[in-house]
Each structure stands twice: as structure tokens, then as C-alpha cells.
């Protein structure tokens, strides 16, 4: 059973910076860590989890969000089996319980629309508290 663990989430002022990292152990020996999707998924208190960013298996595509793009960036490190997402201008409305992803699925390009829907992830961590006070 693979095990995602988020680390990094803080209280910080708007406009500061943070970096969240997500490290997947028990991943199949079978199949590189490199070649899954990993996904960023946010939620807000009283709101619906949403998408923030991912990172393709199969070529290291990356997507984010509109609200996201430019201010925070994904990336991993196959060697340590971590993805990251470096977070920079931060906003009062990034507020919210952040969550690391992974996505079994095989893509052969994969499209905004797969990897930015939760259903297509089968691991979930137990997500990281960013508070950003205005």
C-alpha cells in the first residue's frame, strides 16, 4: 500500500513563501516512482477539495491551476521519491489543508483535464495545514 506523507505547511503572512513536500514510500518495486502523475489538492474550510498542480509520469508536464500559475511551482525528485510544490506570493485564499496525490494511471501525454479531476488519484496523504494571515 503506497504511503504519502506532506511535510512543510506553516502559518505564514501574505506574501511570504512556503515549500510542501510529499514523500511516497511503498511505492511497487515494479514501476519507477518517476513514472507516476503526482498531484497538489487543496481544501478550504467549507469548500470542495480542489486541484492545484501535477506533475505528468510520463514526461514531467506540469499544471496548474489559473489561481496558482506563476506563484507556485511543482517539481520532484525521483531519487528521494518526492514531489514538491514551492509556493511564493502567498494569498489570505490559499488558506486550506493541502494534499499530496498519486495517479496510477499510464498516460501517454496526459491531458489538464485527467490529472486535475480527484478521482483519478488512488493515494492520498493525510494533508498539511497552510494558514496565510492577511
Known amino acids: 500500500q503506497v504511503q504519502l506523507v506532506e511535510s512543510g505547511g506553516g502559518l505564514v503572512q501574505a506574501g511570504d513563501s512556503l515549500r510542501l513536500a510529499c514523500v511516497a514510500s511503498?511505492?511497487?518495486?515494479?514501476?519507477?516512482?518517476?513514472?507516476?502523475?503526482m498531484g497538489w489538492f487543496r481544501q478550504a474550510p467549507g469548500k470542495e477539495r480542489e486541484f492545484v498542480s501535477a506533475?505528468?509520469?510520463?514526461?514531467?508536464?506540469?499544471y496548474y491551476t489559473d489561481s496558482v500559475k506563476g506563484r507556485f511551482t511543482i517539481s520532484r525528485d525521483n531519487a528521494k521519491n518526492t514531489v514538491y510544490l514551492q509556493m511564493s506570493s502567498l494569498r489570505p485564499d490559499d488558506t486550506a489543508v493541502y494534499y499530496c496525490?498519486?495517479?496510477?494511471?499510464?498516460?501517454?501525454?496526459?491531458?489538464?483535464?485527467?490529472?486535475?479531476?480527484?478521482?483519478?488519484?488512488?493515494?492520498w496523504g493525510q494533508g498539511t495545514q497552510v494558514t496565510v494571515s492577511s
Open positions: 506533475i505528468s509520469g510520463s514526461d514531467s508536464s506540469t
Open positions: 511503498r511505492v511497487p518495486s515494479g514501476r519507477a516512482f518517476v513514472t507516476y502523475t
Open positions: 496525490a498519486l495517479n496510477t494511471i499510464v498516460y501517454v501525454r496526459a491531458s489538464y483535464d485527467a490529472v486535475s479531476r480527484p478521482e483519478k488519484y488512488d493515494y
